[in-house]
Nanobody
């Protein structure tokens, strides 16, 4: 599968962005998807995940109440709506396909999100 992330950019603190991740292939709905991020000098961290049906969703504590993950299986796309952005949200954001409970086997190329104070 190929994953193409888009939607990043520069935004002021308190602003919003919506990231998209388009997947190739015909089995998109069979897989959970996740968003991760990596800030300069830091380890990559989990942001959010969504099951294949969209019925099960998890968020990192740092983004709960501000970010919303969703998916449109008809469009083979997963989204990350990011509101009330903070400078500490600045990172490269990656989407990934979940192949098992704790394993992500395919990654997109990343999209840069920069939040200015």
């Amino acid at each position: 599968v190929q994953l193409q992330a888009s939607g990043g950019g520069l935004v002021q603190a308190g602003g919003s962005l919506r990231l998209s991740c388009a997947a190739s292939g015909r089995t998109f709905s069979m897989y959970g998807m996740g968003w991760f991020r990596q800030a300069p000098g830091k380890e990559r961290e989990f942001v959010a995940s969504i099951s294949g049906s969209g019925g099960t969703i998890y968020y990192a504590d740092s983004v709960k109440g501000r970010f919303t993950i969703s998916r449109d299986n008809a469009k083979n796309t997963v989204y990350l709506q990011m509101n009330s952005l903070k400078p500490e949200d600045t990172a490269v954001y990656y989407c990934a396909r979940r192949s098992s409970v704790s394993t992500y086997d395919s990654w997109g190329q990343g999209t840069q999100v920069t939040v200015s104070s």
